[in-house]
């Protein structure tokens, strides 16, 4: 039998709303389950969220992609990666920032498909973000 929780409240449209109310594709996972899983970074998400790929490139630098979309051109510093990945609503440009471990998360959220209207350009195939306590 699976174990019912409480609401989990997620900002993926930048206002708060319950996951179950959320008109998106969203994954989210709450510091339980992070430390559970003992996710702390990001490359451990694999496998955890549908469609999420998280692979390391010949340099220090993360290639991340949702549903088959992501940074393919990690050795072109000035290209536009197609998946995005936010801390406390702050766009993390650098592809090199990836590599930091997972502290104090309250949760992280993963959406899945276009995010362009509400998070830019650089959200075709998704956007990650890491919510802070």
Do not use: C, W
Request: hydrophobic share 40%.
């Amino acid at each position: 039998m699976a174990e019912q929780t409480g609401d989990i409240v997620v900002t993926a449209e930048k206002r708060q709303t319950t996951l179950q109310k959320a008109p998106l594709a969203i994954t989210a996972l709450t510091a339980d389950t992070l430390k559970q899983s003992n996710i702390t970074q990001l490359i451990d998400m694999n496998g955890f969220v549908p469609g999420l790929t998280v692979a390391n490139s010949g340099s220090f630098v993360r290639v991340v992609s949702i549903r088959g979309i992501g940074y393919e051109a990690t050795d072109n510093l000035s290209a536009q990666p197609g998946t995005s990945f936010h801390i406390d609503g702050v766009y993390i440009v650098s592809p090199y920032a990836l590599q930091q471990d997972f502290l104090d998360l309250q949760r992280v959220e993963v959406l899945r498909g276009p995010q362009g209207t509400v998070f830019g350009q650089s959200a075709t195939g998704g956007i990650v973000i890491a919510v802070t306590v």
